[in-house]
């Protein structure tokens, strides 16, 4: 099955990512949020991503058009209701997302896959809201997502086959990578980082080192080409702490117990790049 049309419901930096990468592919794309005000931060972090490609001569500036031309803004969950496949993508919520999934349930046609973005949520559970689990999945990409070659795939209890093979084909086209894993909480990907994240915070709060210190550690000391501090807030510190409270919770160890100062950056509202400071300060 090849999918021509297809919905993101999330303007944020992954919705934004995953719905210019699709474009990129050729793909018409309808990307919703709650407000007018939120699609035109999606546009502009699109428009200026585009910019970037064109400027490093990825894509010439036709192609950077033809692409934001393929995507349609909107602010109405409504308008998913043509499409072929639809990727949820809001905030790291279990409720929201059950809540968006029960509306698109209603609106979309039968045949139409539905796949979260989830960076560490239950598909089974996450599915357990539609009529049929069959043509439920976790299509769970990386950030940021023009960059990043990696898409996971969780198949959740009933998820089919042919939802498998779709989406399959789907990220390929995307010039995507794939990798499956079990439906376990932070799947492959945050199962192995997000512990190393909330271990970073630790280090930090218990004086171990200084916040570069720590990120100059693993990137010259491992190759890791980011620190796991400016990982943290390039991902959202919001984002990061909700996955390592679903690790905490479903695995039920202390080893994954999250870091106290991690959670007072999140209580401050210093949630990373999105929000101009994190553990590091952001000037733009
Ligand atoms: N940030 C990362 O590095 C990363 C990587 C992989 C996966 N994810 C996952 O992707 C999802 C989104 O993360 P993000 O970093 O883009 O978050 P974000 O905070 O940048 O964006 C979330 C967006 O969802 C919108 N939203 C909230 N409720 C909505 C609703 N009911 N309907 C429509 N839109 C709604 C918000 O307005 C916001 O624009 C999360 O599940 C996260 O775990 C994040």
Redo the contacts with the bound molecule.
Sequence with gaps: MSIEQMGV???????AGIAQVAAQSGIRVTL????EE?LQ??RQTIASSLGRLVKKEVLTSTEADQALALIWFSAN?ADHHQNELVVE????VES??K??FAELNTICLDTTILAS????ISITRLSSVVNNAERFIGM????PVPMMPLVEIIRGIGTSDATYLAVAELAKRMKKTTVVSQDSAGFLVNRLLMPMINEAFFALMENVGSAADIDLSMKLGTNHPLGPLELAD???L??CL??IEVLHRELGEDKYRPCPLLRKHVEAGWLGR?SGRGVFQYSD
């Design positions: 419901v999330g303007a944020g930096q992954m919705g919703s949020d709650v407000s939120r931060l999606g969950l993508a809001v905030s790291e929201l997302k809540d968006v973005n989830t960076s560490s769970h990409f990386m950030n390039l991902i959202g919001d984002t909700a996955v999105k």
